[in-house]
């Protein structure tokens, strides 16, 4: 017999990262608007407006076009540890009222370059009418669809960094 009364449950998406920059430079991947804009949550082909206050208690809101659609993402910058610590919230105001979480952590690499440990925690909301196993599946296809989008996110934002390196090369 199916039970109705599970409690709703958190995904939780953890990312370990090696990159080629320094911690310094990882970090201002994640609090330089004009870096931001062009990977999180957003490209520079799709993005609408980007509107950061960049400190803590500052918040965010990203107006993202994609088919035709219009996403707005809204959050508040937590806590900044300067090259090395950032947590924030992020919502879909149009989607859900729940606000989610992500915290980055930056560590230099002994052979140079930085591990970033990306951590995200979503609350999913148990509709009455599923059942046990359908609620574990719907959360399985949230975690793997997420964890999917951030991961193609954090390519982007080592593409943009790669970028960046070149450019300033060539001056």
Do not use: C
């Not at 310094?24 to 957003?42: D, H, I, P, R, S």
């Amino acid at each position: 017999m199916a039970k109705y009364n599970v409690e709703n449950e958190h995904v939780e998406i953890d990312i370990e990262r090696l990159l080629k920059f320094t911690p310094e430079v990882v970090y201002e991947a994640w609090t330089k608007e004009e870096l931001l804009k062009q990977w999180f949550m957003t490209t520079q082909r799709t993005n609408q407006s980007f509107e950061a206050d960049i400190q803590e208690g500052g918040q965010y809101r990203i107006v993202d076009r994609r088919n035709g659609k219009q996403n707005v993402i809204e959050g508040t910058y937590k806590e900044l540890v300067l090259d090395e610590y950032v947590k924030m919230t992020i919502g879909m105001p149009g989607l859900s009222e729940e606000e989610d979480i992500i915290e980055v952590e930056f560590f230099e690499r002994e052979n140079g370059g930085t591990q970033m440990l990306f951590y995200y925690r979503s609350l999913v909301e148990k509709e009455r009418r599923l059942t046990t196993l359908e609620y574990k599946q719907k959360k399985k296809e949230y975690h793997d669809s997420t964890a999917h989008g951030f991961e193609l996110m954090i390519d982007q934002m080592q593409n943009v960094l790669e970028e960046r390196e070149e450019q300033q090369s060539h001056t």
